[in-house]
């Protein structure tokens, strides 16, 4: 089987592709699958996450994956996050420290997230300034996207993650995607609600909704995120099943995908112009606001 690969951008367009490629590669089994990237003149890195997660499937399913004339831009990007490594090219150094690796995280990884979060996301000179409280909280929601696609997703396959610092751009972006359930059938599941794709994930962000029961603390890990990727000018989309969700500008988009994504994306994008300070407001004294 032989699949044409459109260029892959960090938007609605290039989930849109990636689901196509999962629907027409999703029943293969012991095949061949050759992915021409002939037309892939751009790959935006961070999309290496859900990329990586379709053809880590195909691989589960015995199938044998090659990728095809790559073009020289996108294949030294690829080499330099360590995705192409593994598909039998050789990684290169990555000499100006743009990339957060392409890593895949086995359920009871999570210790290797969070030290993988703190080097190659926490760390970075663009990050925004932030107050150390700020700093713990931002830290801790981002592990709650790697806990909940551990909790709720059901995920046997493992999570994905991987980011890119765009200098031109001023925009550092991060991904982490697994391969459990999807939104939608988690929220069935334990809510009775029989949603759209795109309005369980709607339905999942907004932070008094959580699946989870007992005393275990719901959400997404999402609302903050949120709050300050409104603030700070970034955006947030998610894409689950057939269903895609952004926020941007402190407004929310909702749509829905041709075919579905086995699993759930939550992709970040910070906003690294962004020159204010932040704080949480509980860190407020009239000492630092005056």
């Avoid at 420290?97 to 890593?103: F, K, M």
């Amino acid at each position: 089987m032989r699949f044409l690969l459109p260029e892959i951008c960090h938007n609605q367009r290039g989930f849109e592709a990636l689901v196509c490629l999962q629907a027409q590669t999703k029943d293969c089994l012991f095949d061949d699958i050759e992915i021409d990237m002939t037309t892939t003149t751009w790959f935006d890195a961070d999309m290496c996450a859900a990329f990586g997660a379709i053809l880590y499937r195909l691989g589960e399913n015995v199938n044998t994956v090659k990728l095809k004339n790559i073009q020289p831009n996108v294949e030294k990007i690829l080499s330099k996050n360590g995705f192409l490594s593994h598909y039998a090219r050789e990684k290169i150094p990555d000499q100006w420290g743009t990339t957060i690796p392409y890593q895949r995280f086995d359920v009871k990884d999570d210790r290797y997230f969070a030290d993988y979060i703190e080097t190659e996301l926490m760390h970075r000179s663009e990050m925004p300034t932030m107050s150390q409280g700020l700093l713990k909280r931002f830290r801790e929601s981002v592990f709650e996207i790697f806990s909940n696609a551990v909790l709720h997703s059901r995920t046997e396959q493992g999570i994905f993650s991987c980011g890119q610092f765009f200098p031109k751009r001023q925009r550092l972006d991060f991904s982490v995607v697994d391969l459990g359930i999807g939104i939608r059938q988690n929220v069935k599941e334990n809510t009775n609600l029989d949603l759209a794709s795109e309005d369980a994930i709607t339905w999942a962000t907004e932070g008094r909704n959580t699946t989870k029961r007992g005393k275990i603390p719901g959400g997404l890990g999402l609302k903050l995120l949120c709050e300050f990727i409104d603030l700070n000018g970034g955006r947030i989309q998610i894409v689950s099943d057939d269903g895609y969700w952004q926020r941007e500008k402190g407004k929310t988009i909702t749509a829905h995908l041709s075919q579905s994504f086995p699993g759930t994306v939550v992709s970040v994008e910070i906003n690294t112009s962004d020159t204010q300070s932040y704080v949480l407001s509980s860190e407020l004294t009239e000492a630092n606001i005056f």
